[in-house]
């Protein structure tokens, strides 16, 4: 009884609370729709049928990690650099204003060249157009942490990629677990909006490490989870690991969104690019597993192509103009509507 899906789903819709069992329970299961329809009630019992939008503005595609599996890497020399000036990224963040955007998402690589003068600069510029800003900037020192929340940042973005501490070190030379799990407990004493989040289907990670992670996710707990299936980049030193898992990742990736929707009911959830990558309708499928915020391209056409963290990322001949009328009739398609509103997690609706 107790290893049955439908009690485990029951369960967890009454009391919003799995054991690392029953998640693993979950993860294996053949009855995914189930699942996925299961999170999608829920998602529409906490947060109605609203789908908040955040800009994404791909800044500078410098870095100086080496994470095997991402395109951004340091040793990848195929790759074109840029970096977009502050005074554009401030422009950027005013067009998606006019686009009627709420949130601009300020990402990159980790590059030296945005000091911390620099970055409270354009933050504290853009927070003047009356925009939730989100950071999604990679492993910083508390102190700048703090600096950018003064500046008015409100939310910061970073996975945890995975919790299985082997695997997190093999696949991040340079970088180890215990400090990126610090940096994200610097993240919430800063008082950020916490999202962190994992990618699925990293060569060498198990459904057990998976499981583990959904855990820790909630343990934060993060306001916003964002989950990715991993997916292969031939110009990434990850090419070199024996065993590469190239399969697609997609139902795994909808299953832990589903399984964090129905254990943490209000938290944000972003349909990610990814899943779109692997599925030309990814976006609204998750949107219909639990997901309820999409994070469209706002970056200018031309930078697109070089923020090339993985291969076949969507949308890389379109406009920020274009990127908006389209995801905005998308969600439309599904009955669903943009939100007005910031869509910060406490203003979320819980019952
Ligand atoms: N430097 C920032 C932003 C990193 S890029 C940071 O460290 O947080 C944003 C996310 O892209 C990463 O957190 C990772 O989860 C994802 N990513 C990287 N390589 C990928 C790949 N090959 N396939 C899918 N997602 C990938």
Redesign the pocket.
């Given at each position: 009884m107790k290893n049955n899906i439908n009690y485990i789903l029951q369960k967890s819709i009454n009391s919003h609370n799995l054991d690392e069992k029953e998640i693993l329970l979950l993860l294996k299961t053949k009855s995914i729709k189930k699942l996925t329809s299961s999170a999608d009630m829920i998602r529409k019992k906490y947060l109605g049928d609203e789908v908040h939008l955040r800009a994404l503005i791909e800044f500078s595609n410098y870095?100086k990690?080496n994470?095997l599996?991402?395109?951004?890497q340091k040793t990848n020399l195929k790759l074109d650099r840029y970096r977009i000036k502050e005074q554009d990224i401030i422009n950027l963040a005013k067009q998606a204003k006019n686009y009627g955007y709420k949130t601009v998402v300020l990402?990159?690589?980790?590059d030296p060249y945005y000091t911390i003068k620099k970055m409270v600069y354009i933050i504290s510029e853009i927070k003047k157009l009356d925009l939730a800003i989100t950071l999604?900037?990679?492993?910083k020192t508390f102190n700048e942490y703090k600096s950018y929340r003064q500046a008015g940042a409100d939310r910061y973005?970073?996975?945890i990629?995975t919790t299985d501490e082997k695997l997190y070190n093999k696949l991040n030379p340079g970088m180890n677990l215990k400090n990126r799990m610090q940096c994200l407990e610097n993240i919430k004493k800063s008082g950020f909006e916490v999202g962190s989040?994992?990618?699925v289907g990293l060569p060498g990670q198990t459904l057990e490490s998976i499981a583990k992670d959904i855990i820790y996710l909630k343990s934060i707990p993060v306001a916003m989870a964002?989950i990715?299936?991993?997916?292969?980049?031939p110009d990434?030193s990850?090419s070199h690991l024996e065993k590469i898992n190239k399969n697609n990742h997609f139902d795994l990736s909808l299953k832990v969104m589903a399984i964090l929707r129905l254990i943490m009911p209000d938290i944000n959830i972003p349909a990610t690019t990814?899943m779109e990558t692997l599925n030309h309708n990814g976006r609204l499928i998750a949107l219909q597993s639990g997901a309820n915020v999409v994070m469209p391209n706002a970056t200018e056409t031309i930078y697109r192509k070089k923020y090339e963290?993985?291969p076949g990322k969507i949308c890389l001949n379109d406009s920020p103009e274009h990127c908006r009328t389209c995801i905005e009739s998308k969600i439309k398609s599904i009955g669903r509507f943009i939100s007005k509103s910031k869509g910060f997690h406490n203003s979320n609706v819980a019952i």
């Open positions: 870095c990690q994470c599996y991402c395109g951004l990402q990159s690589g980790e999604s900037i990679g492993e973005l970073l996975r990629e989040g994992i990618m964002g990715g299936p991993f997916i292969y980049n990434t990850i990814a963290i993985y």
